[in-house]
């Protein structure tokens, strides 16, 4: 029997590519999303059973459209992984409120818009399973994190809220709360002195973070929990790192 349907957003690098690594060797058909797709494309995997389209998880109706194409070959989604997101740093006292935006835009609006695109389907069919990427930074605040933290705050309210609204009809909803870790998360920061601040804390951790590969296994074990089982949260970082 052909495993099912798993979609993946922001799947061209860090969390999402390492996901994308391990649910292939797996053997799920995937839907890999990106704003990037060459750099999807030019992941190690086998693409036998993966489908691949430029989608912005802001934009509603072409992420909806790439699920509807994918189910279409596939089945219907049995898990949706919302790891998409932005994490711009600055101090709110002088950050470009737009900034503000994009981060709430793609880490809120966007986890919402691929729920609202799934969760109805899963309901009816009494399973499914929603893994909301969000971080620690979702439960602690950090310095030159203001909006990112209540972006990331608001992961966590909205995905135990959901969760509570679809457990009834045995559809799963959870988080994974990862700290620091090697992805492309800062390569869009503009407040060098934030940049700054960030890699001098990262020195206290060796200079090196979590590996996103510890992430991937740590959905993979929530996914592969029976469906009666939701493990509702994990929070994972490098041993080191102290906040």
């Not at 590519?17 to 992941?43: C, D, H, P, S, T």
């Not at 990112?148 to 959870?174: D, M, P, Q």
């Not at 869009?188 to 979590?210: F, I, R």
């Amino acid at each position: 029997m052909e495993k099912p349907l798993i979609v993946i957003t922001g799947a061209s690098s860090g969390f999402g590519a390492a996901m994308a690594k391990q649910f292939n060797e797996e053997g799920y058909a995937l839907l890999l999303l990106g704003r990037r797709v060459e750099k999807i494309e030019a992941l190690p995997l086998n693409f036998d059973r993966v489908m691949v389209r430029a989608v912005d998880v802001t934009d509603k109706a072409t992420f909806g459209a790439a699920i509807t194409e994918a189910e279409a070959v596939y089945g219907p989604v049995d898990l949706l992984v919302n790891n998409a997101g932005v994490m711009l740093l600055g101090n709110v006292l002088h950050q470009d409120p737009q900034e503000w935006q994009t981060m709430l835009d793609t880490n809120v609006m966007g986890v919402l818009n691929g729920m609202q695109l799934v969760l109805p389907d899963m309901v009816a069919r009494k399973s499914g399973t929603v893994i909301n990427i969000s971080s620690l930074a979702g439960k602690k605040t950090f310095v030159n994190h203001a909006a990112y933290v209540a972006s990331k705050f608001g992961v966590h309210g909205l995905s135990e809220t959901i969760r509570e609204e679809v457990s009834g009809n045995n559809v799963r909803v959870t988080i994974v709360a990862p700290g620091a870790a090697e992805t492309d998360l800062l390569t869009h920061v503009t407040d060098d002195g934030a940049l700054k601040d960030y890699e001098a804390w990262k020195q206290t951790m060796g200079g090196l973070s979590l590996d996103p590969k510890h992430v991937a296994e740590a959905v993979g074990f929530i996914y592969h929990m029976p469906q009666d089982v939701n493990v509702r949260e994990i929070d994972i970082a490098a041993t080191r790192q102290d906040s």
